[in-house]
């Protein structure tokens, strides 16, 4: 293992990382050229580390074995089933594991932070059991030596107790952290020259397993001065290339525009547009969320999908053009809309890759049948019955509690204390079953039935309204509720601190761009509420289309949003939040993000609304409420 390098130009290894390359920076002794410091799989060696033939493995920040997950990984704090009731993980017997396996790391002159038995996994294999893990979290620096040997020896101490097929996993705190991510400032180098750089990367690297192309300043710091420029390339986590290659084609192309000073990380991403799927952490709807008329981030799904999930935007109106009427209509991403491929029938298939391919437009009857809203969705409904179920067996079966009910039973004196508690518990548990009641009958009578899609986009590539040069996605559709459900009123509801705490509601579209650095609000199904900044440099997005016959490279330039490292922008279900300022103007709609949840992309209103007309034909088109 290579010297970890202290500098704060060197941003630190990010989770899901595959290379990098630092901005040029003075080495030691000093020279009078600029390097970089270049890393690969978290090795600041360069080299990708390879599990030795025991399976154990080390990079900069983590070493252990012998199945270290893929970063980035989650932890599970549930014990496996087999060892649940085993003495050497309860009482006196945890005590004394615990300690002997701290003096190893201490003969090691590894000073732990924390040592626990814990399950992990990669984020990308949520399906799959944890890997039950000794996890020590010790702080590493360039006087640390190699760490793979006290894994070893942990691992040894684990199965000389009877622990066979225990992980062992050492970490440097740094591994968990997220990257901060800034908007480049307009007197960055790179800034009036993003769009050529990024042109020139499409076109000078090969393509393959390349997703997003874009710019920021990254670091470990919240203040972004002391974040370099870099360019950030999110790929195909399962397309297994040599990134250095690529890597060092982007060096030779930012040198040859004089762009010393920007860093380059090539890291695990996703395609830009998902689906949301359920996680242990979600706790679906509550009555209070089925609505007549859905508020915006009430979560939305074709009827006939039952497991994902994407985000009521907010409500639109449209006018008629030969009555004059405004007609009130749901707007979130067209990707939500659509049922999955599998099951339809030959005829149906065509129709949807069709309407996928070039919109659905709202004089196509079709729709009425193929095209069937739920908000909320089935999944959120089933899912908050379940929470509520849950939650009820939870407080019957606390021990105070059921003491009572036994001494209530046997008609014994009961303490007042504990008749006190047992009151509170009694009624909390009968606010619950009543809601839960509530639940069944609105799920059984079909009430988060909404209605039909009018019209959509596709997931379609449009000339851009404010550079007609470039590309970028159009990814909308138009929901039209259906009696007893009716339009929403656009109520936001928002923490009262900071500076969105007068905003009620969403009051207009905004057809501008937003500002360099702009304050930006989202509300999305997933991640509630959430604020970020407007990222300024378009990323690029790199597509391929089949053009009779021919496979067509092309890129599309999206705007972006992003947030500080501690908290998510966009994640899955996310799709459809729309993007407002402070004033509640709406700036956009997301449609999509990265892997990671720091980057959000949104298409911007101009041209939502130049899209809308284009497939329907209505050119006057505003927020439900807005004179």
Excluded at 417 to 441: C, G, P
């Amino acid at each position: 293992m290579a010297a970890i390098v202290e500098n704060p130009l060197i941003a630190p290894v990010l989770p899901a990382e595959l290379s990098y390359a630092s901005p040029g920076i003075r080495t030691r002794p000093p020279t009078l050229f600029l390097g970089r410091i270049r890393r690969s799989n978290g090795s600041s060696s360069d080299e990708t580390p390879r599990p030795e033939p025991d399976g154990f493995e080390e990079s900069d920040l983590r070493a252990g074995g012998p199945q270290l997950p893929e970063s980035p990984c989650e932890t599970t704090v549930t014990l496996p089933h087999t060892y649940k009731d085993h003495d050497l993980f309860k009482g006196y017997g945890s005590y004394v594991l615990n300690t002997q396996l701290a003096d190893i790391c201490r003969r090691e002159n590894v000073h732990h932070d924390s040592l626990s038995f814990c399950g992990r996994r990669s984020v990308y294999e949520a399906a799959a059991d944890p890997i039950f893990t000794l996890l020590v979290v010790a702080r590493r620096d360039q006087s640390t030596g190699s760490w793979i040997n006290l894994a070893r020896k942990l691992s040894d101490h684990l199965c000389g107790q009877g622990l066979q097929g225990l992980n062992v996993e050492i970490t440097d705190p740094k591994f968990f952290e997220r990257p901060s991510i800034h908007p480049c400032l307009a007197t960055d180098a790179i800034f009036p020259v993003w769009t050529q750089v990024a042109t020139d990367i499409a076109h000078g690297i090969d393509r393959t397993g390349v997703f997003t192309i874009s710019c920021f300043r990254i670091g470990c710091d919240d203040d972004r001065l002391k974040c370099p420029p870099t360019v950030l390339l999110g790929v195909d986590k399962n397309v297994k290339r040599d990134w250095k290659v690529v890597r060092e084609e982007i060096v030779s192309i930012l040198d040859r525009h004089r762009l010393n000073g920007v860093a380059v990380t090539i890291r695990k991403d996703n395609e830009i547009i998902r689906d949301g799927y359920p996680d242990d952490k979600d706790m679906g709807s509550r009555p209070n969320d089925c609505l007549p008329g859905p508020r915006p981030a009430t979560s939305i799904s074709p009827r006939t999908i039952h497991d994902s999930n994407g985000t009521l935007g907010g409500w639109v109106e449209v006018r008629g053009p030969t009555s004059g009427k405004w007609f009130p209509l749901a707007l979130t991403c067209s990707h939500c809309c659509f049922p999955r491929e599998q099951g339809l029938s030959e005829g149906d298939l065509k129709v949807i890759r069709e309407w996928k391919h070039r919109g659905v437009g709202q004089s196509d009857a079709r729709r009425d049948r193929l095209l069937l809203m739920d908000s909320p969705s089935y999944r959120d409904m089933t899912t908050g019955i379940k929470a509520i179920t849950a939650e009820i067996e939870e407080k019957k079966s606390i021990e105070d509690y059921r003491h009572v009910e036994a001494l209530k039973q046997q008609n014994e004196f009961i303490l007042p204390y504990m008749e006190s508690f047992w009151k509170d518990t009694s009624e909390a548990i009968a606010a619950l079953e009543s809601e839960e009641h509530q639940m069944r009958d609105l799920l059984n009578s079909n009430a988060h039935h909404l209605g039909n899609v009018f019209a959509a986009s596709g997931k379609r590539e449009v000339q851009s309204t404010e550079i007609p040069s470039q590309l970028s996605t159009r990814d909308w559709a138009l929901v039209q509720p259906i009696l007893p459900r009716c339009a929403g009123k656009n109520a936001v509801i928002l923490p009262s601190v900071g500076n969105a705490m007068n905003i009620k509601k969403l009051w207009a579209v905004e057809i501008g761009t937003p500002d360099l650095e702009q304050k930006l609000l989202i509300i999305g199904r997933e991640t509630g509420y959430k604020t970020g900044k407007y990222g300024g440099l378009k990323a690029c997005h790199l597509a391929t289309k089949t053009i009779n016959g021919q496979k067509v490279d092309f890129e599309t330039w999206e705007h972006t949003v992003v947030v500080p490292k501690t908290k998510s922008i966009a994640a899955e279900g996310d799709s459809g939040s729309f993007v407002f300022d402070l004033a509640g103007n709406v700036l956009g709609m997301i449609f999509g993000g990265t892997g990671l949840e720091d980057e959000g992309y949104f298409t911007a209103t101009r041209d939502l609304l130049a899209d809308i007309e284009l497939i329907t034909g209505l050119k006057d088109v505003r927020l439900c409420g807005q004179e």
